[in-house]
């Protein structure tokens, strides 16, 4: 059982590119979340999905979009790579219901780095 | 002020110690959450808790509604209990989309 899935784990990108990051759960959780973890912050919301078919935006969404492709996947896609968006990515996914009182379940993460 | 604060945020331990990590919030809440950062990076929920006490294993979750504040403890602690701890609270504003919040986490380093 995969559980969350991301990819890449790494990538180095350069200013102003662009580049979709992956995520696909196998556990038919309905709600979906793309976070950022920056050194000496916590984790921080970035879109977030309820449902197949709806997407909102989190804390900080500028310089993102999201696609809720299907029940299972959610990419994020930086149009154009700022260094400010070097992070650490991480999808995760929960039962519905009120998908914030659901144990979230991680994917491994993605390192990427801007220059 | 952060609306979750851990303490504290750094702890060595030695190996068979009883450790206990705080988070305090100042949100009114439907969950808290404990989760544990592995040094690889990959990131595992270990409790979720509206009241009372959780238990698993060697780790207990605690929980005071009233006072705000939530305790992990781990018992007879091991060096493969090293992680970030991470405390997160889904809030109860917004009707059922409230934002988890996380607080930065606490480094548990456990010596042999």
């Known amino acids: 059982n995969a559980g969350v899935t991301q990819t890449p784990k790494f990538q180095v990108l350069k200013t102003g590119q662009s580049m979709t990051l992956q995520c696909a759960q196998d556990?038919?959780?309905?709600?979906m979340y793309w976070y950022r973890q920056d050194p000496g912050m916590g984790l921080r919301l970035i879109y977030y999905s309820a449902s197949e078919g709806t997407t909102d935006k989190g804390e900080v969404p500028n310089g993102y979009n999201v696609s809720r492709l299907n029940k299972r996947e959610f990419s994020l896609r930086l149009e154009s790579a700022a260094p400010s968006q070097t992070s650490v990515y991480f999808c995760?996914?929960?039962?519905?219901?009120?998908?914030?009182?659901?144990?979230?379940?991680f994917g491994d993460g993605t390192r990427l780095s801007i220059l | 002020k952060n609306e979750v604060e851990q303490s504290p945020q750094n702890l060595t331990a030695q190996e068979g110690e009883f450790i206990t990590i705080n988070c305090s919030y100042s949100v009114g809440i439907s969950a808290l959450h404990w989760l544990q950062q592995h040094p690889g990076g990959g990131i595992v929920s270990l409790f979720m808790?509206?009241?009372g006490k959780k238990k698993h294993g060697r780790l207990i979750a605690t929980i005071n509604i009233q006072e705000k504040h939530s305790s992990l403890h781990i018992t007879a602690s091991h060096p493969r209990d090293s992680a970030v701890y991470i405390c997160?609270?889904?809030?109860?504003?917004?009707?059922?989309?409230?934002?988890?919040?996380f607080g930065k986490g606490t480094k548990l380093s456990v010596k042999p």
């Open positions: 995760a996914s929960s039962e519905a219901g009120g998908g914030w009182s659901q144990p979230q379940h």
């Open positions: 808790l509206s009241s």
């Open positions: 997160a609270v889904s809030s109860d504003y917004g009707g059922s989309q409230g934002n988890l919040i």
């Open positions: 556990m038919n959780h309905n709600s």
